[in-house]
């Protein structure tokens, strides 16, 4: 009998992603490329800004390449410390928690929060990693329509659990659409759950000069509010963050598994961070400019008036937007190109995130692609034939 290959059905899944048009390739990008580029989440165009770069490489000379080990053992320096603060202030919470990645701090947050005597009510829109933190909690957990304030009211009444948590993003990253987020509060407060908030596309964006949804709708500082935050879109490094009640800071440093055991984030990172929010606190008209390419965009694409820095022109079929995303590459613009497992099966999408720095020669040959692109690009109604995993109720 003849070895058997193991990984054999790795080369049939391939081969049916392919025929379905869900293959992934990994395109580099090459410094000082000429793309206009509508597919990072450098919301705030802060990522080369010589500030920024001069507060990173302080911090990597200061502090060394990486931070040597987990928060608890080396990991933790002054640099951590100040951007805490500085983050918490800027929100208007009590304190802050940096972790090294935005993926962790939800994944720490959620696990650390919940546990089996506890109910955690997800929004079916929530990034993956708050999907991924739920099927980790060792909580029931509820997955409710997206924005259905009611179904996560209904939740929460018939709940048999000590504790409840309800997890949402303020800004949901595919249709940048906002959530409600005082009528989940109030229904929490009625409740007594906590309301878990994913402002990781609403800082830099939302709110006065840019502190983010949680602000703008005035919950900011609220005990029972925790704000998870990345710092790799509007603040132009890496890293997460959750922004809090104090207590909850300590019960996270003790028990976030995400926290305890993982490297801390490297120094340039952090003073990359803390370099981006000085200038924001500075130049808060970044935030507005933000909303104001996004509109434009949409005027380009007529696509709705859009909430945040999010513009999606759905297309339908994962080939079609593909291949509509390479045309556009082609022609000298880098969109986004969201297709299932990222989205639904059925609204494969060019995502444009807009930019505070785009000018007006950018906005020119933006118009000028998506208009000639969006043209030939048929939007359908078809669907993968892969199966994938692309919401919270699969838990």
């Known amino acids: 009998m003849g070895e058997r290959d193991a990984l054999s059905w790795l080369d049939d899944i391939a081969d049916a992603r392919r025929a379905a048009g869900l293959h992934r390739d990994l395109l580099a990008r ?6 206009v580029d509508l597919a990072s989440n450098d919301y705030l165009g802060l990522a080369r800004h010589p500030e920024v770069l001069d507060a990173a490489a302080t911090a990597l000379r200061r502090w060394g390449a ?3 080990g987990s928060r608890l053992v080396t990991g933790t320096t002054a640099e951590h410390e100040l951007l805490e603060s500085e983050l918490a202030d800027f929100v208007g ?7 090294a990645s935005g993926y962790a701090a939800n994944l720490g947050a959620v696990t650390a929060l919940a546990g089996r005597d506890a109910l955690v009510v997800s929004d079916a829109g929530c990034h993956a990693s708050l999907v991924d933190a739920c099927r980790l909690s060792r909580s029931r957990v509820v997955v409710t329509p997206h924005a259905d304030v009611d179904a996560v009211a209904s939740a929460l009444a018939s709940r048999t659990e000590a504790r409840a948590l309800v997890l949402t993003d303020s800004v949901f990253s595919a249709d940048g659409d906002l959530a409600p987020l005082s009528a989940l509060h109030r229904v929490c407060r009625e409740h007594g759950a906590v309301l878990l908030v994913d402002e990781a596309h609403g800082i830099g964006v939302r709110g006065e000069g840019g502190r983010g949804l949680v602000h703008e709708v005035g919950l900011a500082g609220q005990p029972d509010v925790v704000v998870t935050a990345t710092l790799s879109k509007s603040l132009a490094a890496q890293g997460g963050a959750v922004l809090a009640d104090r207590r909850v800071r300590t019960h996270l440093i003790d028990t976030a598994r995400t926290f305890i055991f993982d490297t801390g984030l490297a120094p340039a990172a952090v003073g990359a961070a803390r370099g981006a929010l000085t200038v924001l606190r500075r130049e808060p008209e970044r935030a507005a400019a933000v909303l104001d390419r996004a509109r434009d965009l949409a005027r380009v694409t007529g696509a709705a008036e859009p909430e945040s820095a999010v513009v999606s ?5 994962p080939q079609v937007a593909y291949d509509a995303s390479i045309a556009c590459r082609e022609r000298g613009l880098h969109v986004g190109c969201f297709r299932p497992p ?9 995502r444009l995130t807009a930019r505070a720095d785009l000018t007006a020669a950018d906005m020119a ?10 043209s030939s690009a048929v939007p359908t109604g078809a669907s993968s034939a892969v199966p994938t995993d692309d919401s919270a109720a699969r838990v």
């Open 342 to 350: 990222s989205v639904p099966e059925g609204t494969s999408r060019l």
């Open 365 to 374: 040959t933006i118009a000028s692609v998506l208009t000639e692109v969006l």
């Open 30 to 35: 090459t410094p000082g490329s000429s793309l």
């Open 93 to 99: 919470a009590e304190s802050g928690l940096v972790f």
């Open 313 to 317: 022109v759905i297309l339908g079929d």
């Open 66 to 68: 990486g931070s040597t």
